[in-house]
């Protein structure tokens, strides 16, 4: 173990790319040397045994050595270290210029990582990274063209899904309000009663109206889950929705982290949903509610005890949920429905967690 341990302290450097250029510029430097002075002493050596034709090459090589042998360490000192040492010099200036680009490469891409792509690397060389440099900053062009579009997409989808609302459940309400009224209107002075009772269903109309609306605004706020987070804008959310349907609540709501705004409000957009299907078709008369972390996953899951249907007859985007599965499985999570005719509706949304950090007292019970 400290045999171990002293190695991996001695290797630490060297595993950093730039004590390993320096190095390599020592070693290339010392291998010059010594090819230099093998290659010397061999010339020197061919010379003197074309200038003595009598003597031996070993006879030679002795002698040669040992008139070199006193100017050896002082060439070390003159020569040699001095070489080293500017090569060391000339490694760590070069490897620090590499090491701050490389740095800028690292900076930027941990940025966008982090989804900010408006950093730039800044790299004006002509070599291979400063190419690396203005392909990755290309690359991140797109990425937020791509992200920016995407947004629109989705923007666009929500605002389509609003009108489709409207169009569905106040549109047709306040039609049907305002043919009560006319008939009221003509049967006014010829029928009394009739005109009454008209005029009572279209109030009882716009009264739908109100309360679809009022839906459709809290769909339309969830800016609280910045403040509260899902867990806390959920359980308002629920409490008001269990206000408005007179359908019981039953929640188990747990405060988690390690989900960003995107997916916090994905898992929202899939609760509202489920739930506007709970009011619109179920027929249920209570809902069970429950938000947990697992090892790697939250997972949201609504489950009624309405009429339920067919799950081979009507698939999960005909149920309401439109874009709400695609949009899970970009972030890496996963929607499934599980359904049967009089036996309720389960909704389950599950997304990754990027840490597993719970606080596990209860939002709602």
């Not at 020197?44 to 042998?69: F, H, K, M, W």
Request: aromatic residues 6%.
């Amino acid at each position: 173990m400290w045999n171990s341990g002293w190695k991996d302290w001695l290797t630490v450097p060297v595993r950093r790319l730039k004590w390993r250029l320096i190095l390599s510029f020592v070693l290339v430097t010392m291998a010059s040397m010594l090819m230099t002075a093998w290659w010397s002493f061999v010339g020197v050596t061919l010379y003197l045994a074309r200038s003595q034709p009598d003597a031996s090459l070993n006879q030679i090589r002795g002698e040669l050595l040992a008139a070199l042998q006193p100017f050896i360490f002082p060439g070390l000192l003159i020569f040699i270290v001095p070489s080293l040492l500017v090569s060391i010099l000339f490694g760590f200036v070069t490897t620090s210029w590499l090491e701050n680009r490389l740095k800028k490469l690292n900076f930027a891409i941990n940025a966008w990582g982090d989804g900010n792509f408006s950093v730039r690397i800044r790299d004006d060389a002509e070599d291979e990274v400063a190419q690396l440099s203005r392909q990755l900053n290309q690359m991140a062009a797109e990425l937020e063209t791509t992200l920016h579009t995407k947004q629109e997409l989705a923007a666009l989808d929500e605002r389509n899904q609003l009108a489709r609302d409207l169009h569905d459940s106040v549109k047709q309400q306040l039609a049907a309000a305002r043919l009560q009224i006319s008939a009221a209107e003509l049967m006014v002075h010829t029928d009394p009663a009739s005109a009454q009772a008209a005029l009572q269903q279209a109030g009882l109309l716009t009264t739908q109206a109100q309360q679809e609306l009022s839906n459709i605004i809290l769909e339309l706020r969830p800016a609280a889950l910045s403040e509260q987070g899902l867990a806390g804008t959920a359980a308002t959310y629920l409490d008001q929705w269990g206000k408005q349907t007179n359908i019981t609540v039953q929640s188990n709501l747990t405060r988690l982290t390690g989900l960003n705004f995107d997916g916090e409000l994905a898992l929202f957009r899939v609760l509202q949903e489920a739930l506007a299907n709970v009011a619109r078709h179920s027929r249920a008369t209570s809902v069970k509610v429950s938000l947990l972390p697992g090892e790697e996953m939250a997972t949201l899951q609504v489950q009624d005890n309405g009429r339920g249907f067919n799950l081979a007859e009507i698939p999960i985007n005909g149920y309401g949920l439109h874009s709400m599965p695609e949009r899970l499985v970009e972030l890496g999570g996963s929607l499934k429905v599980d359904a049967a005719p009089g036996q309720g509706v389960t909704v389950t949304a599950c997304l990754p967690l990027e840490k597993r950090k719970t606080i596990p007292d209860k939002v709602n019970e």
